[in-house]
């Protein structure tokens, strides 16, 4: 499946150089003397991740990026560079909107302080989880929803990953969210963290590690285990909480600065969106696997103890965000885009979600033994243990 898959996008880019030439309005780029790649990019764009070269997400972008150029022909070419490159972390979407680099990729609730929506778009508190995510997206209305929100950053919105489930990295082993209580917790979304009597203060991603390793946080979310591993968080966080109830299916955006975009011919701007697109998928699988293999070391060599929180106790906490929602859409406004996309949210949930309980996979409440037809190690304790 997978090689019918990158044959059927090496077939569409192979079609799109082939029409790159005719037409438009644009002057063909220079050549070398064999009428191959070209001899000076057409267009050359500065892009700033979130992440740093170390990192498994930052060496997928620089694939893309080499990917781009072949692609193009060498008449594209995206120069990465990492995290506080020309901004902050949270100060990037600004600054790429503002055309001090041309392309961005970050999580879009940094910037709730300019459209709240991003965050019931993206992201959220006791939301959806991944694949519903990308239905939502995809089909849902999510990505309208998305673009409408960039507008106010003169953004492009041109693709998306959604992430793996995040750790709640603490110094303490919780089992339950009661005991979390009066804890200091790093989260980019308090919300319902506060509801439960938890001091939750948000950090950018550069302070977070200082933070933990001095205390002035008890627990922190960051990203998925093997991101955080990478970091070096696996290092002063002897504790992994699940599930994810704080940002159940990140999403990371990447986006590009409208004047920029608009100066592309269309063969470009689909190039970079296949490609971009493309890749998604294999880094989110690899996200997974990496994590599992993770979730082995850390626990067989006893530097990092996991457990799985009671379910029950879920219910409440998302009647909690309920009301939670409906307080910020009041505040935002009802003529909101806020509003609105808890609306379209709210509508997909009743379309998708009768279908997702009846269609549930037949191991669902299963362990993973019972479920695999043989016995596999546990690498976590359940809340009771």
Not at 123 to 133: T, V, Y
Not at 148 to 171: C, G, H, M, V
Not at 224 to 237: E, R, V, W
Request: charged share 25%.
């Amino acid at each position: 499946m997978k090689r019918r898959f990158t044959g059927a996008l090496v077939m569409l880019l192979s079609a799109l150089l082939l029409l790159s030439g005719c037409g438009g309005g644009n002057a063909p780029a220079q050549t070398g003397e064999s009428g191959g790649k070209a001899a000076v990019p057409e267009f050359t764009w500065k892009f700033q991740v979130v992440h740093n070269p170390e990192q498994m997400d930052y060496k997928m972008f620089k694939e893309v990026c080499d990917q781009v150029y072949e692609a193009t022909n060498g008449r594209m070419k995206i120069e990465l560079y990492p995290s506080g490159s020309f901004a902050s972390s949270m100060e990037a979407f600004q600054a790429c909107g503002e055309g001090v680099f041309e392309m961005h990729s970050s999580w879009p609730s940094y910037v709730k302080g300019v459209e709240y929506a991003f965050v019931p778009i993206a992201d959220g508190n006791m939301s959806m989880g991944p694949l519903d995510r990308m239905i939502f997206l995809e089909q849902g209305g999510g990505k309208q929803l998305m673009q409408e929100a960039f507008d106010k950053l003169n953004l492009q919105f041109i693709s998306y990953r959604i992430w793996p489930p995040d750790t709640l990295a603490s110094r303490y082993d919780f089992k339950s969210i009661a005991e979390m209580k009066g804890k200091k917790f790093r989260t980019s979304a308090p919300d319902i963290a506060v509801a439960q009597g938890i001091s939750a203060i948000t950090l950018p991603i550069e302070e977070i590690f200082t933070a933990m390793a001095s205390g002035a946080v008890d627990m922190l979310e960051n990203c998925y285990l093997s991101y955080n591993h990478d970091l070096g968080i696996t290092d002063i966080a002897p504790y992994g909480i699940y599930p994810d109830f704080w940002n159940c299916s990140f999403v990371e955006t990447v986006v590009v600065n409208k004047n920029a975009w608009n100066k592309l011919p269309e063969d470009i701007k689909i190039i970079v969106k296949s490609v971009f697109d493309a890749k998604m998928i294999d880094v989110f699988a690899k996200a997974e696997i990496t994590s599992a293999q993770d979730l082995k070391e850390l626990d067989e060599s006893g530097k990092v103890n996991f457990r799985r929180l009671d379910a029950e106790q879920f219910k409440a906490m998302r009647q909690d965000m309920m009301e939670i929602e409906a307080a910020e859409t009041e505040k935002q406004g009802q003529d909101s885009l806020t509003a609105k996309t808890y609306e379209t949210i709210y509508e997909f949930y009743r379309n998708y979600y009768p279908y997702k309980e009846l269609t549930a996979h037949w191991s669902t409440g299963l362990t993973a033994s019972e479920a695999a037809g043989f016995q596999i190690p546990k690498y976590h304790k359940d809340a009771n243990e």
